[in-house]
């Protein structure tokens, strides 16, 4: 893989914490699990695998902020550079022994995700972008699907779970897809979400009530394999807002229009 000293040094954290989740993951029905509230769990394997992450990512760029899941925010003495790490995304699936779940490292810089990487490490699928280098799945360069008609395609979403005020939202947004689309998907992972628009295996997907570490680097992938993404209403910022959609060039305007209800 050719990229630059933090795309490497991304990947190489991605690929550790991967290995001590698989280690865990073959022995879930052993992990303590505690619950930050309705549907939304932590284990022992989200939280080290997060340490691991902090460690090599901190100790290489010491100046950078970071974003985690797990430990919060800390502002770096360099105001530009932030890492955006989820350790675990999919933590229900994981605890299921489902295997579709995710590492999610994403680089800002000067508020723009300029490095990302997303590991399904159950299934050794690397998904790695840098700006204006392509997106790539382990040595294999990936491109959004071609589709052009709605009926023909498929869409990715996240439902939240039990609680969050975003639901009734969501419920319409399907009401109103369903019947003008080949079908929905709900995998519970919303980094290979992403990663699958950018593979072309999902022809769209959006979620509203979304943190920032589950998109930062997916949000990448999509973008350099050739798709859009935006937040769901005109103007506003994914990241910043909590809701993003995206697509292939053709799907994204009649999709993001469903979506709306417009
Ligand atoms: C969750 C997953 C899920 C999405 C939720 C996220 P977590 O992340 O990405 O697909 O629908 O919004 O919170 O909690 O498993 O890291």
Redesign the pocket.
């Known amino acids: 893989m050719q990229g630059s000293a933090n795309l490497n040094l991304m990947i190489k954290a991605a690929r550790k914490a991967g290995r001590a989740l698989v280690k865990d993951f073959r022995e879930v029905e052993n992990l303590q699990v505690s619950s930050k509230g309705p549907g ?2 932590v284990t022992k394997a989200d939280r080290e695998a997060e340490r691991i992450i902090k460690e090599d990512l901190m100790g290489a760029r010491p100046t950078y902020g970071w974003l985690g ?1 797990e430990t919060g925010e800390t502002a770096g003495a360099d105001p530009t550079r932030r890492w955006i790490v ?1 350790p ?6 994981f605890l299921h022994g489902l295997p579709h ?1 995710a590492v999610s490292i994403a680089l800002e810089h000067k508020g723009e995700i300029v490095s990302a990487v997303v590991f399904d490490a159950a299934k050794d699928e690397m998904y790695w972008a840098e700006k204006g280098a392509g997106t790539w799945m382990n040595e294999s360069r990936l491109r959004v699907s071609g589709r052009r008609q709605m009926i023909e395609s498929i869409f990715a979403t ?4 039990g609680g969050k005020g975003t639901l009734p939202a969501t419920l319409q947004d399907l009401a109103r897809l369903m019947p003008v689309c080949a079908g929905v998907r ?6 290979l ?1 992403l990663a699958y628009v950018a593979a072309g295996r999902y022809d769209g997907y959006w ?1 509203r ?3 920032p ?2 998109m930062a680097a997916g949000i990448l992938l999509v973008r350099e394999a050739g798709g859009m993404v935006s937040g769901i209403r005109e103007g506003d910022d994914p990241l910043e807002k909590g809701a993003v959609i995206c697509g292939n060039q053709n799907l994204f305007e009649p999709f993001r229009k469903v979506i709306r209800g417009e």
């Open positions: 939304d769990f899941e989820d675990l995304d999919g933590t229900t699936n779940w996240g439902v939240p779970f709900r995998w519970g992972a919303a980094s979400d979620e009530g979304i943190q570490w589950d």
